[in-house]
Protein backbone atom coordinates (compact mmCIF):
# COMPACT_ATOMS: atom_id res chain seq x y z
CA UNK A 1 0.00 0.00 0.00
CA UNK A 2 1.31 3.53 -0.75
CA UNK A 3 2.39 5.95 1.94
CA UNK A 4 2.23 8.72 0.07
CA UNK A 5 0.03 11.53 1.07
CA UNK A 6 -1.85 14.41 -1.03
CA UNK A 7 0.93 17.02 -2.18
CA UNK A 8 4.02 15.32 0.08
CA UNK A 9 7.30 13.61 -1.48
CA UNK A 10 8.26 10.70 0.62
CA UNK A 11 11.88 9.10 0.67
CA UNK A 12 13.84 6.25 2.16
CA UNK A 13 16.37 7.62 4.67
CA UNK A 14 19.00 5.72 5.15
CA UNK A 15 19.58 7.08 8.32
CA UNK A 16 16.46 6.04 9.93
CA UNK A 17 15.87 3.57 7.73
CA UNK A 18 12.45 4.93 7.11
CA UNK A 19 10.26 6.92 5.29
CA UNK A 20 11.01 10.37 5.46
CA UNK A 21 8.93 13.56 4.32
CA UNK A 22 10.96 16.08 2.41
CA UNK A 23 10.28 19.12 3.06
CA UNK A 24 12.74 22.35 3.64
CA UNK A 25 13.54 23.48 7.11
CA UNK A 26 14.88 27.12 6.07
CA UNK A 27 12.96 29.73 3.82
CA UNK A 28 11.06 27.38 1.88
CA UNK A 29 14.59 25.92 0.00
CA UNK A 30 15.34 22.61 0.25
CA UNK A 31 19.36 22.36 0.65
CA UNK A 32 20.67 19.31 -0.94
CA UNK A 33 23.95 18.11 -1.63
CA UNK A 34 25.32 15.35 -3.72
CA UNK A 35 28.93 14.08 -3.99
CA UNK A 36 29.93 14.79 -7.14
CA UNK A 37 32.25 13.24 -9.53
CA UNK A 38 35.79 12.55 -9.09
CA UNK A 39 37.05 14.54 -12.99
CA UNK A 40 39.78 11.95 -13.72
CA UNK A 41 38.47 10.32 -16.60
CA UNK A 42 34.61 9.63 -18.32
CA UNK A 43 32.03 9.32 -15.99
CA UNK A 44 30.41 5.81 -16.77
CA UNK A 45 26.44 5.25 -16.54
CA UNK A 46 26.77 4.11 -13.35
CA UNK A 47 27.86 7.27 -12.21
CA UNK A 48 25.03 8.68 -14.27
CA UNK A 49 22.40 6.23 -12.26
CA UNK A 50 23.38 8.45 -9.27
CA UNK A 51 23.48 11.89 -10.87
CA UNK A 52 19.92 10.96 -13.09
CA UNK A 53 18.42 9.94 -9.73
CA UNK A 54 19.48 13.03 -7.48
CA UNK A 55 18.11 15.12 -10.91
CA UNK A 56 14.89 13.21 -10.56
CA UNK A 57 14.52 13.75 -7.06
CA UNK A 58 15.11 17.82 -7.50
CA UNK A 59 12.67 17.71 -10.46
CA UNK A 60 10.09 16.04 -8.60
CA UNK A 61 10.78 18.34 -5.42
CA UNK A 62 10.25 21.51 -7.17
CA UNK A 63 7.46 20.43 -9.05
CA UNK A 64 5.97 19.97 -6.01
CA UNK A 65 6.65 23.36 -5.06
CA UNK A 66 9.50 23.71 -2.91
CA UNK A 67 12.63 25.40 -4.26
CA UNK A 68 15.55 23.84 -3.65
CA UNK A 69 19.56 24.65 -3.15
CA UNK A 70 21.75 22.10 -5.22
CA UNK A 71 24.98 21.48 -4.75
CA UNK A 72 27.11 19.08 -6.09
CA UNK A 73 30.72 19.58 -5.55
CA UNK A 74 34.20 18.36 -8.02
CA UNK A 75 36.67 16.00 -7.05
CA UNK A 76 39.68 17.42 -8.27
CA UNK A 77 42.31 16.54 -5.92
CA UNK A 78 43.03 13.13 -4.68
CA UNK A 79 45.10 9.94 -5.40
CA UNK A 80 43.24 9.31 -8.86
CA UNK A 81 43.36 12.74 -10.61
CA UNK A 82 47.39 13.33 -9.30
CA UNK A 83 48.30 10.25 -10.65
CA UNK A 84 46.30 10.54 -13.91
CA UNK A 85 47.70 14.00 -14.38
CA UNK A 86 51.13 13.03 -13.94
CA UNK A 87 50.51 9.75 -16.53
CA UNK A 88 49.40 12.24 -19.19
CA UNK A 89 51.89 15.09 -18.34
CA UNK A 90 49.67 17.87 -17.73
CA UNK A 91 49.23 20.18 -14.83
CA UNK A 92 46.52 19.16 -12.66
CA UNK A 93 44.40 21.77 -13.21
CA UNK A 94 45.16 21.10 -16.99
CA UNK A 95 44.02 17.76 -16.61
CA UNK A 96 40.89 18.06 -14.03
CA UNK A 97 39.32 20.58 -16.37
CA UNK A 98 39.54 18.94 -19.36
CA UNK A 99 37.51 16.06 -17.33
CA UNK A 100 35.24 18.52 -15.99
CA UNK A 101 34.20 19.66 -19.44
CA UNK A 102 33.04 16.26 -20.82
CA UNK A 103 31.24 15.74 -17.71
CA UNK A 104 29.52 18.97 -18.03
CA UNK A 105 28.61 17.88 -21.73
CA UNK A 106 27.71 14.38 -20.90
CA UNK A 107 25.31 16.52 -18.10
CA UNK A 108 23.50 18.37 -20.97
CA UNK A 109 23.22 15.61 -23.45
CA UNK A 110 21.31 13.68 -20.19
CA UNK A 111 19.39 16.64 -19.31
CA UNK A 112 20.28 16.90 -15.90
CA UNK A 113 19.46 20.47 -14.47
CA UNK A 114 22.57 22.36 -13.16
CA UNK A 115 23.88 22.29 -9.93
CA UNK A 116 23.20 26.23 -8.65
CA UNK A 117 26.62 25.54 -6.88
CA UNK A 118 29.31 23.04 -8.12
CA UNK A 119 32.23 23.89 -5.80
CA UNK A 120 35.93 22.22 -6.63
CA UNK A 121 37.90 21.26 -4.02
CA UNK A 122 40.75 22.62 -5.02
CA UNK A 123 39.35 26.47 -4.49
CA UNK A 124 37.79 25.32 -1.33
CA UNK A 125 41.95 24.60 0.45
CA UNK A 126 41.27 27.16 3.08
CA UNK A 127 37.69 26.48 4.15
CA UNK A 128 39.32 22.72 5.01
CA UNK A 129 42.15 24.11 6.70
CA UNK A 130 39.99 25.80 8.98
CA UNK A 131 37.83 22.39 9.50
CA UNK A 132 41.02 20.46 9.81
CA UNK A 133 42.39 23.47 13.11
CA UNK A 134 38.58 23.55 14.53
CA UNK A 135 38.50 19.53 14.50
CA UNK A 136 42.73 19.86 16.40
CA UNK A 137 41.61 22.70 18.84
CA UNK A 138 38.30 20.60 19.97
CA UNK A 139 40.64 17.17 20.66
CA UNK A 140 38.86 15.64 17.81
CA UNK A 141 42.00 14.96 15.48
CA UNK A 142 46.13 14.70 15.99
CA UNK A 143 49.12 15.25 13.92
CA UNK A 144 51.36 12.69 12.70
CA UNK A 145 55.08 12.65 12.05
CA UNK A 146 55.28 13.08 8.32
CA UNK A 147 52.69 16.19 8.89
CA UNK A 148 49.63 14.31 7.88
CA UNK A 149 46.78 14.68 10.55
CA UNK A 150 44.15 12.06 11.45
CA UNK A 151 40.76 12.07 13.05
CA UNK A 152 40.48 10.44 16.04
CA UNK A 153 37.20 8.32 15.61
CA UNK A 154 37.50 7.16 19.14
CA UNK A 155 36.69 10.63 20.31
CA UNK A 156 33.13 10.55 18.45
CA UNK A 157 30.45 8.16 20.01
CA UNK A 158 27.88 8.40 16.98
CA UNK A 159 30.59 6.81 14.83
CA UNK A 160 28.60 4.13 12.68
CA UNK A 161 25.22 5.24 13.02
CA UNK A 162 24.57 5.82 9.34
CA UNK A 163 26.05 2.78 7.94
CA UNK A 164 25.10 0.77 11.39
CA UNK A 165 28.45 -0.85 10.91
CA UNK A 166 29.60 -2.54 14.24
CA UNK A 167 32.94 -0.98 15.73
CA UNK A 168 35.06 -4.48 14.84
CA UNK A 169 33.56 -3.81 11.30
CA UNK A 170 34.59 -0.19 10.83
CA UNK A 171 38.15 -0.45 11.69
CA UNK A 172 38.41 -3.61 9.39
CA UNK A 173 36.71 -1.74 6.53
CA UNK A 174 38.80 1.42 6.68
CA UNK A 175 41.88 -0.45 6.74
CA UNK A 176 41.13 -2.18 3.69
CA UNK A 177 40.67 0.91 2.11
CA UNK A 178 44.07 2.74 3.69
CA UNK A 179 47.22 2.67 1.72
CA UNK A 180 50.43 1.93 3.52
CA UNK A 181 51.09 5.81 3.80
CA UNK A 182 47.97 6.31 5.37
CA UNK A 183 48.65 4.16 7.76
CA UNK A 184 51.40 6.02 9.21
CA UNK A 185 51.27 6.33 12.72
CA UNK A 186 47.61 6.14 13.19
CA UNK A 187 46.45 5.48 16.79
CA UNK A 188 43.80 3.72 15.38
CA UNK A 189 43.00 1.76 12.46
CA UNK A 190 39.99 3.22 11.65
CA UNK A 191 41.31 6.89 12.02
CA UNK A 192 41.22 8.60 8.84
CA UNK A 193 43.17 11.46 7.21
CA UNK A 194 42.45 14.81 6.86
CA UNK A 195 44.90 15.95 5.56
CA UNK A 196 48.13 14.27 4.11
CA UNK A 197 51.94 15.56 4.46
CA UNK A 198 53.33 16.03 1.59
CA UNK A 199 54.81 13.01 -0.37
CA UNK A 200 57.01 12.43 -3.63
CA UNK A 201 53.84 10.96 -5.86
CA UNK A 202 52.24 14.38 -4.70
CA UNK A 203 54.66 16.41 -7.26
CA UNK A 204 54.21 19.72 -7.42
CA UNK A 205 50.36 19.21 -6.01
CA UNK A 206 50.49 20.52 -2.55
CA UNK A 207 49.30 23.14 -0.55
CA UNK A 208 51.11 25.01 2.66
CA UNK A 209 48.91 24.42 6.07
CA UNK A 210 50.03 24.92 9.94
CA UNK A 211 51.16 21.51 9.60
CA UNK A 212 53.35 21.78 6.64
CA UNK A 213 52.76 21.09 2.77
CA UNK A 214 50.68 18.84 1.52
CA UNK A 215 46.82 18.44 0.60
CA UNK A 216 43.66 17.54 1.96
CA UNK A 217 41.93 14.24 2.50
CA UNK A 218 39.00 13.42 0.14
CA UNK A 219 36.70 13.40 2.98
CA UNK A 220 37.26 16.79 4.00
CA UNK A 221 36.30 18.55 0.85
CA UNK A 222 32.27 17.51 1.25
CA UNK A 223 32.14 18.75 4.90
CA UNK A 224 33.53 22.09 3.92
CA UNK A 225 31.45 22.63 1.00
CA UNK A 226 28.40 21.54 3.00
CA UNK A 227 29.03 23.96 5.36
CA UNK A 228 30.28 26.88 3.03
CA UNK A 229 27.30 26.73 1.08
CA UNK A 230 24.61 24.96 3.02
CA UNK A 231 25.60 26.05 6.68
CA UNK A 232 26.10 23.11 9.48
CA UNK A 233 22.94 21.70 8.99
CA UNK A 234 20.95 21.35 6.07
CA UNK A 235 18.02 18.95 4.38
CA UNK A 236 19.41 16.21 2.45
CA UNK A 237 22.89 14.59 1.77
CA UNK A 238 23.02 12.19 -1.36
CA UNK A 239 25.58 10.18 -2.66
CA UNK A 240 25.66 6.23 -4.37
CA UNK A 241 25.50 3.35 -2.01
CA UNK A 242 29.30 3.14 -1.66
CA UNK A 243 30.00 6.48 -0.09
CA UNK A 244 27.85 5.34 3.18
CA UNK A 245 31.05 3.86 4.70
CA UNK A 246 33.31 5.54 5.35
CA UNK A 247 32.98 8.57 3.07
CA UNK A 248 29.55 10.02 4.51
CA UNK A 249 30.21 8.75 8.04
CA UNK A 250 33.73 10.35 7.96
CA UNK A 251 31.83 13.44 6.55
CA UNK A 252 28.86 13.31 9.88
CA UNK A 253 32.11 12.79 12.29
CA UNK A 254 34.05 16.02 11.08
CA UNK A 255 31.14 18.18 10.78
CA UNK A 256 29.83 17.01 14.10
CA UNK A 257 32.24 17.19 15.43
CA UNK A 258 33.36 21.10 14.50
CA UNK A 259 30.03 22.82 14.71
CA UNK A 260 29.03 20.80 17.09
CA UNK A 261 25.32 20.54 15.57
CA UNK A 262 23.64 18.28 13.27
CA UNK A 263 24.80 17.84 10.03
CA UNK A 264 22.47 16.76 7.15
CA UNK A 265 18.17 15.63 8.41
CA UNK A 266 18.15 12.91 5.90
CA UNK A 267 20.11 11.00 3.56
CA UNK A 268 19.66 9.86 0.25
CA UNK A 269 21.18 7.18 -1.30
CA UNK A 270 21.43 5.58 -4.70
CA UNK A 271 21.81 1.68 -5.26
CA UNK A 272 24.03 0.47 -7.91
CA UNK A 273 24.47 0.30 -11.66
CA UNK A 274 25.27 -3.96 -11.91
CA UNK A 275 27.01 -5.50 -15.33
CA UNK A 276 27.13 -9.56 -15.12
CA UNK A 277 26.74 -9.09 -11.08
CA UNK A 278 28.95 -6.64 -10.24
CA UNK A 279 29.17 -3.07 -9.81
CA UNK A 280 29.48 -1.06 -12.93
CA UNK A 281 33.14 0.55 -12.35
CA UNK A 282 36.04 2.19 -13.74
CA UNK A 283 38.55 -0.37 -11.65
CA UNK A 284 37.09 -3.23 -13.26
CA UNK A 285 36.76 -2.67 -16.51
CA UNK A 286 33.14 -3.27 -17.42
CA UNK A 287 32.41 0.39 -17.85
CA UNK A 288 29.68 2.07 -20.93
CA UNK A 289 30.08 5.99 -20.95
CA UNK A 290 27.55 7.65 -22.70
CA UNK A 291 29.88 8.17 -25.83
CA UNK A 292 30.42 4.38 -26.00
CA UNK A 293 26.54 3.91 -26.30
CA UNK A 294 25.98 6.32 -28.82
CA UNK A 295 28.82 4.37 -30.86
CA UNK A 296 26.40 1.65 -30.50
CA UNK A 297 23.36 3.79 -31.65
CA UNK A 298 21.63 4.21 -28.10
CA UNK A 299 21.15 8.34 -27.81
CA UNK A 300 21.27 9.43 -24.12
CA UNK A 301 17.38 9.95 -23.68
CA UNK A 302 17.39 6.49 -24.64
CA UNK A 303 20.37 6.05 -21.62
CA UNK A 304 18.51 8.29 -19.10
CA UNK A 305 14.64 6.87 -19.88
CA UNK A 306 16.91 3.45 -18.83
CA UNK A 307 18.46 4.43 -15.69
CA UNK A 308 14.53 5.34 -14.45
CA UNK A 309 13.20 2.70 -15.15
CA UNK A 310 14.23 0.52 -12.44
CA UNK A 311 13.37 2.02 -8.79
CA UNK A 312 16.48 3.77 -6.98
CA UNK A 313 16.82 1.48 -4.43
CA UNK A 314 17.05 -1.74 -6.29
CA UNK A 315 20.51 -2.57 -7.74
CA UNK A 316 19.99 -2.46 -11.75
CA UNK A 317 21.46 -4.42 -14.08
CA UNK A 318 23.03 -2.66 -16.91
CA UNK A 319 21.93 -4.80 -20.68
CA UNK A 320 21.79 -3.37 -24.20
CA UNK A 321 18.58 -5.51 -24.82
CA UNK A 322 17.38 -2.92 -22.13
CA UNK A 323 18.09 0.26 -23.92
CA UNK A 324 16.26 -1.35 -26.48
CA UNK A 325 13.20 -1.92 -24.88
CA UNK A 326 13.94 1.86 -23.44
CA UNK A 327 13.90 3.16 -27.05
CA UNK A 328 10.85 1.71 -28.18
CA UNK A 329 9.10 2.71 -24.77
CA UNK A 330 9.79 6.46 -26.49
CA UNK A 331 8.29 5.50 -29.02
CA UNK A 332 5.39 4.52 -27.60
CA UNK A 333 5.47 8.49 -25.60
CA UNK A 334 6.38 10.30 -28.96
CA UNK A 335 2.85 8.57 -30.60
CA UNK A 336 0.83 9.25 -27.23
CA UNK A 337 2.32 13.05 -27.69
CA UNK A 338 1.10 13.39 -31.45
CA UNK A 339 -1.97 11.75 -30.74
CA UNK A 340 -2.58 15.01 -28.36
CA UNK A 341 -2.05 17.11 -30.36
CA UNK A 342 2.05 17.05 -30.94
CA UNK A 343 3.97 20.19 -31.19
CA UNK A 344 6.56 21.62 -28.87
CA UNK A 345 6.22 20.25 -25.50
CA UNK A 346 5.90 22.68 -22.33
CA UNK A 347 9.40 23.50 -21.15
CA UNK A 348 10.13 22.37 -17.78
CA UNK A 349 9.32 25.69 -16.35
CA UNK A 350 6.10 25.78 -17.78
CA UNK A 351 5.22 22.20 -15.88
CA UNK A 352 6.52 23.90 -13.02
CA UNK A 353 4.27 27.08 -13.11
CA UNK A 354 1.34 24.84 -13.84
CA UNK A 355 1.87 22.66 -10.61
CA UNK A 356 0.84 18.91 -9.92
CA UNK A 357 -2.77 19.26 -9.05
CA UNK A 358 -5.66 18.30 -11.39
CA UNK A 359 -3.26 15.76 -13.30
CA UNK A 360 -7.07 14.02 -14.09
CA UNK A 361 -5.55 10.13 -15.67
CA UNK A 362 -1.96 11.17 -15.04
CA UNK A 363 -2.79 11.48 -11.36
CA UNK A 364 -1.40 7.66 -10.86
CA UNK A 365 1.72 8.13 -12.43
CA UNK A 366 2.56 11.61 -10.01
CA UNK A 367 1.64 9.71 -6.89
CA UNK A 368 3.95 7.27 -7.91
CA UNK A 369 6.70 9.47 -7.91
CA UNK A 370 5.80 11.06 -4.61
CA UNK A 371 5.93 7.64 -2.75
CA UNK A 372 9.80 7.29 -2.91
CA UNK A 373 10.15 8.11 -6.34
CA UNK A 374 8.94 4.97 -7.49
CA UNK A 375 10.14 4.98 -11.36
CA UNK A 376 8.48 1.44 -12.43
CA UNK A 377 5.18 2.20 -10.91
CA UNK A 378 5.40 5.42 -12.35
CA UNK A 379 6.09 4.37 -15.41
CA UNK A 380 3.75 1.58 -15.40
CA UNK A 381 0.69 4.09 -14.39
CA UNK A 382 1.83 6.63 -17.67
CA UNK A 383 1.22 4.00 -20.11
CA UNK A 384 -1.71 2.62 -18.48
CA UNK A 385 -2.99 5.62 -19.15
CA UNK A 386 -1.37 6.67 -22.33
CA UNK A 387 -3.14 3.42 -23.63
CA UNK A 388 -6.10 4.24 -23.01
CA UNK A 389 -6.30 7.85 -24.37
CA UNK A 390 -9.11 8.21 -27.45
CA UNK A 391 -8.75 11.41 -28.49
CA UNK A 392 -11.63 11.52 -31.00
CA UNK A 393 -14.44 12.26 -28.35
CA UNK A 394 -12.08 15.04 -26.88
CA UNK A 395 -13.08 18.91 -27.15
CA UNK A 396 -9.91 20.86 -28.10
CA UNK A 397 -9.55 22.18 -24.38
CA UNK A 398 -9.69 18.55 -22.84
CA UNK A 399 -7.21 17.60 -25.28
CA UNK A 400 -4.83 20.02 -24.18
CA UNK A 401 -5.23 19.91 -20.43
CA UNK A 402 -4.94 15.88 -21.21
CA UNK A 403 -1.08 17.07 -22.92
CA UNK A 404 -0.26 19.38 -20.29
CA UNK A 405 -0.76 16.90 -17.27
CA UNK A 406 1.22 14.33 -19.59
CA UNK A 407 4.07 16.41 -20.32
CA UNK A 408 4.14 17.51 -15.89
CA UNK A 409 4.63 13.97 -15.33
CA UNK A 410 7.09 13.71 -18.35
CA UNK A 411 9.27 16.76 -17.28
CA UNK A 412 9.23 15.58 -13.20
CA UNK A 413 11.09 12.36 -15.08
CA UNK A 414 12.86 14.45 -16.88
CA UNK A 415 12.47 12.47 -20.11
CA UNK A 416 13.00 13.83 -23.84
CA UNK A 417 11.40 12.33 -26.75
CA UNK A 418 12.65 12.31 -30.10
CA UNK A 419 12.29 14.08 -32.38
CA UNK A 420 10.78 11.18 -34.86
CA UNK A 421 11.00 7.70 -34.92
CA UNK A 422 12.48 7.06 -37.93
CA UNK A 423 16.31 7.39 -37.95
CA UNK A 424 18.02 10.96 -39.16
CA UNK A 425 19.06 10.02 -43.56
CA UNK A 426 22.90 11.20 -43.85
CA UNK A 427 23.51 13.66 -46.36
CA UNK A 428 25.53 12.83 -49.61
CA UNK A 429 28.68 14.36 -48.55
CA UNK A 430 28.73 12.20 -45.10
CA UNK A 431 27.82 8.68 -46.83
CA UNK A 432 30.65 9.66 -49.17
CA UNK A 433 33.39 10.66 -46.14
CA UNK A 434 31.82 6.98 -44.94
CA UNK A 435 32.48 5.10 -48.04
CA UNK A 436 36.21 6.34 -48.04
CA UNK A 437 36.81 5.50 -44.25
CA UNK A 438 35.55 2.20 -45.30
CA UNK A 439 38.03 1.77 -48.61
CA UNK A 440 40.81 3.02 -46.08
CA UNK A 441 40.05 0.87 -43.50
CA UNK A 442 39.38 -2.46 -45.89
CA UNK A 443 42.84 -1.46 -47.34
CA UNK A 444 44.23 -1.45 -43.66
CA UNK A 445 45.54 2.52 -43.59
CA UNK A 446 44.17 3.16 -40.11
CA UNK A 447 45.44 6.68 -39.91
CA UNK A 448 43.57 7.41 -43.36
CA UNK A 449 40.26 6.11 -40.99
CA UNK A 450 40.87 7.42 -38.05
CA UNK A 451 41.31 11.17 -40.03
CA UNK A 452 37.32 9.87 -42.12
CA UNK A 453 36.05 9.03 -38.45
CA UNK A 454 36.91 12.40 -36.80
CA UNK A 455 35.57 14.40 -39.81
CA UNK A 456 32.51 12.73 -39.70
CA UNK A 457 32.37 12.99 -35.35
CA UNK A 458 33.25 17.17 -36.17
CA UNK A 459 30.56 17.10 -38.98
CA UNK A 460 28.19 15.64 -36.22
CA UNK A 461 27.70 11.53 -37.21
CA UNK A 462 29.28 8.45 -35.20
CA UNK A 463 30.04 6.03 -37.51
CA UNK A 464 29.14 1.94 -36.94
CA UNK A 465 30.96 -0.67 -38.51
CA UNK A 466 29.10 -3.36 -39.83
CA UNK A 467 29.85 -6.83 -40.95
CA UNK A 468 28.51 -5.84 -44.16
CA UNK A 469 29.65 -2.15 -44.01
CA UNK A 470 29.17 0.78 -42.12
CA UNK A 471 26.19 2.53 -40.37
CA UNK A 472 25.73 6.27 -39.92
CA UNK A 473 24.43 7.80 -37.04
CA UNK A 474 23.47 10.92 -36.23
CA UNK A 475 24.50 12.75 -33.04
P1 LIG B 1 33.12 9.04 -8.38
O1 LIG B 1 33.32 9.78 -9.65
O2 LIG B 1 33.78 7.70 -8.34
O3 LIG B 1 33.50 9.89 -7.19
O4 LIG B 1 31.56 8.73 -8.24
C1 LIG B 1 30.55 9.67 -8.48
C2 LIG B 1 29.21 9.12 -8.00
O5 LIG B 1 28.86 7.93 -8.73
C3 LIG B 1 29.19 8.70 -6.52
O6 LIG B 1 27.97 9.15 -5.93
C4 LIG B 1 29.23 7.19 -6.57
O7 LIG B 1 28.65 6.61 -5.43
C5 LIG B 1 28.42 6.91 -7.82
N1 LIG B 1 28.67 5.59 -8.45
C6 LIG B 1 29.86 5.01 -8.76
N2 LIG B 1 29.67 3.80 -9.37
C7 LIG B 1 28.32 3.63 -9.45
C8 LIG B 1 27.48 2.58 -9.98
N3 LIG B 1 27.98 1.48 -10.58
N4 LIG B 1 26.15 2.74 -9.89
C9 LIG B 1 25.60 3.86 -9.29
N5 LIG B 1 26.34 4.87 -8.78
C10 LIG B 1 27.67 4.76 -8.85
ZN1 LIG C 1 31.25 13.64 -0.61
Redesign the pocket.
Known amino acids: MSDAKDNCLFLQDTMSRGKCEVFAEKDGVLRFYC????VYGA?HI??F??FVAQDLFRRVTECNGLKTLHVRNL?DVDDKTIRGSVKAGQELEQFTTYWTERFHNDCEKLGLLKPHVEPSAVAHIAQQIQLVENLLQRGHAYTSEDGSVYFRISSFGEYGKLSKLKSRDLSAGASRRTTADDEYSKESLGDFALWKGRREADGENFWESPWGEGRPGWHLECSAMCREYLGDSFDLHS??E??VFPHHENEIAQSICSSGKPFARHWFH?A??MVDGG???KSLGNMYTLDDLRGKGHDPEVVRYALLSGHYRQPLNFTISSLEAARSALGKLLKAHNLLGGGDPPSYEESLARGGSELGPFKAAWEALLDDLNTPKALGALFSTVNNIDPEGLASDEKEGLRRSFWFVLNAFGICLPKTDAPKDPPAEIKELAEKRLQARLAKNWAEADKHREMLDEAGWLVKDLPTGFELISK
Open positions: CGPTAGNRTTGGDLIHLKMS
